[in-house]
């Protein structure tokens, strides 16, 4: 059965999907992560829960050069743990354009569904 990833709101400030703390573009954040769609359809694909919905929440630092120092799952309904870490290790490999602002945290939802939900 193929999965894919299903798709999540993200959105600055307090809400039910997703909050960003600090000054960053929504959309430049938005861009960048979806070039991770692949590398975490694979993550989602190798997990022992490819035949089960997922949704994992990774907060994760972007600091001032654009690096993202640290990455972790805060919320999880995932049966595997690797799929988790590897969520967050994912994340942990992206680089942002340098802000030269300060840190910003972000929490963001991604939602994993087994194809043809």
Excluded: H, W
Excluded at 24 to 46: D, F, G, N, S
Excluded at 63 to 80: F, L, M, R, W, Y
């Amino acid at each position: 059965m193929a999965s894919e990833l299903a798709p999540s709101k993200n959105l600055i400030g307090p809400s039910r999907d997703g909050i960003v703390a600090g000054s960053l573009a929504v959309e430049p954040l938005r861009r960048r992560i979806a070039t991770l769609a692949p590398q975490l359809r694979a993550c989602y694909e190798a997990s022992t829960a490819r035949e089960r919905s997922a949704r994992v929440v990774v907060r994760f630092v972007i600091d001032s050069d654009g690096a993202v120092p640290c990455a972790e799952v805060t919320q999880s309904d995932s049966i595997d743990s690797a799929l988790d870490a590897c969520v967050a290790n994912a994340v942990a490999g992206l680089r942002f354009a340098a802000t030269g602002r300060g840190l910003v945290t972000v929490m963001y939802p991604f939602r994993f569904a087994p194809g043809g939900e």
